[in-house]
């Protein structure tokens, strides 16, 4: 059995700024405090995989993409993202089944070859009400499609999900503790929710089932990005 996270091993800090520049920076002044750099769609379209390695001297990287296609394609993709070895990718469960079976295949092959990515799961993006969902044909709540999505994402293989903090402990009570749960929607106490809705602090997320807390402009945003990442891992040792 795998050892309990430590605190720094479960911050990831979304690196949602606009140049190479900008984002090389926050990594220097991050490097040591935080377990994981996500590097979303944007910088990877604009920069490419050689910014990828860049960042990897700095800290482990997730590598957001939310790869949707048919499985073929999905599964080319991650094979020519494998040599990265990021420590975090990602596709949207809504591929279905067969997508995941692939892109899962995909993942553990490069394991087995002593790679150490791990592939989560989007199951309902938050951008998704339940007003969008019914108008795109589904029936069910946001929560439960989530939660029904994370179930047929760990019976095809994968490592877990990204999911809202507040469904954190029913996937982990559905899926046990193995299947990981990452979680944005973090605010420390006292910060401000901005364009968040329901968001949870991080002593609130890992009690609540959180794997992995990603925290972006509270840090980002930061006039000392590093001080406000201490205080955040100190909140989440505490818990
Ligand atoms: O600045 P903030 O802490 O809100 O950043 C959160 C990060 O997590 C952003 O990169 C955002 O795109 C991402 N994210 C999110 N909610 C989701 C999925 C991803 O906020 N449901």
Redesign the pocket.
Known sequence: MSLPLTPLERLVV?M?VPTRAEALALARTLKGRVGML?V?LELFCAEGPEFVKEVQAYAPVFL?LKLHDIPNTVARALEALMPLDVSLINIHAQGGPAMMEAASAVVRAHRSRGGRTQLLA?TV???LDREALARMGHTAEPGEMALHLARLAQSCGLDGV???PQEAGSVRDACGEGFHRLT????PQGSAA???ARILTPAQAIRGGSTWL????????APDPAAAAETILAEMAQA
């Open positions: 979304a949602d996500k979303g957001d989007v993006l938050t951008s990204v999911c809202s944005p929607g973090i605010r901005q364009d968040q990603v925290v972006g402009r509270p840090i980002t945003q």
